[in-house]
């Protein structure tokens, strides 16, 4: 089971949406699916509630529930599991990096969300440093500087590395959650639902399970 957390240091920076928006990916690329929702807002609780499909699985935490709850969902079959923490937790934000495979930072390319990164660098240094990726969200499709430069320079201003994947501003972000749903539900062939489906295969390629300690013994038994 590979566990993505989706992390910052500041509210309204597009985790929930990147969250809910991957999970649906994982699910029509046809992985089970969880999502854990860390955040007391539960916004992504509440999008399930919103949702007629079943899938994927979202439940609504408390943090100190994190690993009993990865281990049932582990247990129940899931594949991968996506967890949203809230916008100033630093607790959930460890917790979610401290047993994550991959960690994602969703950021706007604003120096109000870009100033709030090197205190997530510490936070994920603290879980112990899992591989990590800021995710460029909201990117407005004519911005003066490509994505590509945005990149780069946000690359080398706060050492972490950027994913090559962007989301764009677009209507269908802030639109399909209304009816709990993903832009893929909404415009399957919308440029939207094309930049998800391009986040999914670089998460899906980038996040190896690490071998989780009640593992080993089973490992070693059967190469005895
Ligand atoms: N790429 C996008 N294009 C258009 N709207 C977006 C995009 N990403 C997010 N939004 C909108 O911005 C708002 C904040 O997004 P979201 O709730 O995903 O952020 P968040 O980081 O989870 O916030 P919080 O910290 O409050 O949990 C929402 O209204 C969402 O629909
Ligand atoms: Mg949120």
Redesign the pocket.
Known sequence: MRVIAII?Q?????????ALGLAVSAERAGFRTAVLDL?P?T?AANWKDRREAEEPAVESIQPGRLRQTLKSAEGAGAEIVFI?T??KSDTAAVEAARVADLVLI?VRPQIFDLETLSAVRDAVRLAGSPPTYVVL??IHPSATRSPAEQREMIGNAFGLPVSPVH?????A??EA?ASGQSPQEVEPHGKAAAELEALFAFVDKTATAKARPEAVPILQEARR
């Open positions: 910052g500041k509210g309204g920076t597009g985790k929930t949406t990147t955040d807002q916004n949203d809230p916008g969703p969200n909201g989301l764009s501003h677009r209507a972000f802030a959650p």
